[in-house]
């Protein structure tokens, strides 16, 4: 099987913000990636650019940009509303997110943990579903979404620079990314739209600004990962 990643997030931004320095890492060596976004984040702040009925249309400008800073190779939007994604058909979402499961097959899923990495109630409910899809395409029969497939491995994202050193310390993987800091903030720069959040990280404390643009965590989900691990290598052993 051939180096495939796929991201499931819930906004446009996510994938930057959480983990640019790990995609653009793993896109240089020569991994295949594909992000799945469940909303366009039309219902988030303008910062001015736009008026509020284009911020999804907006938004989705700006992820592709960073889609292409950071060479992720597709992006995919779900079409759910911002803020709402926890209200989303459970059996739409699944069809769709079992469907991409088993037609890109990948080694390594990334999505965020139960918490959301900053408790909001799009990221929480888009590890939920993603769980549920992981499990589903496993089962077998449900062919119209393509055969059976049990993922290798599945990580949730952990938000370092808000976390202790006793916690960082129990992390699964710790991925060095200083070689790919300056990717992860020109990616993270083509969401216009995050002034806000941009300002907050550029004027952060330095001892977690470090953390930020040097490491990225991640947990290992053992239940559902046919082939945990740990270390500095989201793909060791697989």
Do not use: N
């Not at 989705?60 to 995919?76: F, M, N």
């Not at 549920?132 to 449900?142: D, K, N």
């Amino acid at each position: 099987m051939s180096a495939r990643l796929l991201l499931i997030f819930a906004h446009p931004d996510d994938e930057s913000f959480a983990l640019g320095g790990t995609i653009a890492k793993a896109a240089d060596a020569g991994v295949e990636i594909r992000l799945v976004t469940a909303t366009k984040g039309e219902a988030g702040k303008t910062a001015g650019l736009c008026p509020q009925e284009e911020l999804g249309a907006y938004r989705e400008q700006e992820l592709l940009r960073a889609a292409r800073v950071l060479g992720i190779g597709r992006v995919d939007f779900l079409g759910y509303r911002d803020k709402e994604l926890s209200q989303a058909p459970p059996l739409r979402i699944l069809g769709q997110l079992l469907h991409v499961l088993r037609e890109f097959r990948p080694l390594l899923v990334i999505t965020f943990g139960e918490d959301g990495g900053s408790g909001h109630r799009d990221h929480r409910a888009i590890h939920h579903f993603t769980k549920a899809a992981i499990r589903l395409a496993a089962q077998p029969g449900l062919h119209e979404w393509g055969e059976r497939f049990s993922v290798p491995r599945l990580c949730y994202v952990q938000s370092g620079w808000r976390l202790s050193a006793e916690v960082r310390a129990a992390m699964d993987f710790v991925v060095p990314i200083e070689g790919w800091a300056e990717r992860k903030w020109a990616a993270v720069r083509e969401h216009r739209t995050q002034a806000f959040s941009i300002r907050k990280f550029e004027t952060m404390a330095e001892e977690h600004k470090r953390h930020y643009f040097t490491e990225e965590y991640f947990l290992c989900d053992r239940e559902l990962s046919a082939v945990p691990g740990r270390g500095d290598d989201l793909f060791a052993g697989l």
